[in-house]
T-cell receptor, first 113, second 114 residues
Framework: AQSVTQPDIHITVSEGASLELRCNYS??????LFWYVQSPGQGLQLLLK??????LVQGIKGFEAEFKRSQSSFNLRKPSVHWSDAAEYFC???????????FGQGTTLQVKP | DTEVTQTPKHLVMGMTNKKSLKCEQH?????MYWYKQKAKKPPELMFV???????INESVPSRFSPECPNSSLLNLHLHALQPEDSALYLC?????????????FGPGTRLLVL
């Protein structure tokens, strides 16, 4: 069965510091992978997605993610965090059969001034 | 325009009430979704409509009744809800149900059942 694990429930970084949010997936075939962000009181917004090709994916708001098949990981990175990046981040894997998204439990990012 | 709108933003209802949540998109998308999100949890898929037909029902209790009157509108009719149904209800849409198509989410309706 497909699943997604986000090992870190809560992360705090200082503004201007680099960020890496971890995501591990379990999927039999080539996975369809997504990172979404949810600001307080808001819906989810897609940051980036990976299906195939270059394993380093660029997204919106300066985020990037790297697909590593050998580690079953799709970690999200940002070189310099801004206070406005404080939010909930969800990694998801998509089923090519049904189109359904399976979300991880989420990581809450707090940014210190 | 990549906006999905949802009304109302907040809803309080008793267990005997009937209410409806509304979702609208004008992106020409032919797939629309309802998700339920409890606090500090990821969204859970409830229903998927594809070309105005219900294609996925994730074993949702019958007190939740979805409706897709046209390609731009999606409703969720609520009746005899339980307090545990209190949650954020998110609507999303995408070009179609293929997994590679981006799902665009609305801001949600925060529901409290008393």
């Amino acid at each position: 069965a497909q699943s997604v694990t986000q090992p870190d429930i809560h992360i705090t970084v200082s503004e201007g510091a680099s960020l890496e949010l971890r995501c591990n997936y379990s999927y039999g075939a080539t996975p369809y992978l997504f990172w979404y962000v949810q600001s307080p009181g808001q819906g989810l917004q897609l940051l980036l997605k990976y299906f195939s090709g270059d394993t380093l994916v660029q997204g919106i708001k300066g985020f990037e993610a790297e697909f590593k098949r050998s580690q079953s990981s799709f970690n999200l990175r940002k070189p310099s965090v801004h206070w406005s990046d404080a939010a909930e981040y969800f990694c998801a894997v998509g089923s090519s059969n049904t189109g359904k998204l399976i979300f991880g439990q989420g990581t809450t990012l707090q940014v210190k001034p | 325009d990549t906006e999905v709108t949802q009304t109302p933003k907040h809803l309080v209802m008793g267990m005997t009430n009937k209410k409806s949540l509304k979702c609208e998109q004008h992106m020409g998308h032919r797939a629309m979704y309802w998700y339920k999100q409890k606090a500090k949890k990821p969204p859970e898929l409830m229903f998927v409509y594809s070309y105005e037909k219900l294609s996925i029902n994730e074993s949702v209790p019958s007190r939740f009744s979805p409706e897709c009157p046209n390609s731009s509108l999606l409703n969720l009719h609520l009746h005899a809800l339980q307090p545990e149904d209190s949650a954020l209800y998110l609507c999303a849409s995408s070009q179609d149900t293929r997994v590679e198509e981006t799902q665009y989410f609305g801001p949600g309706t925060r529901l409290l059942v008393l």
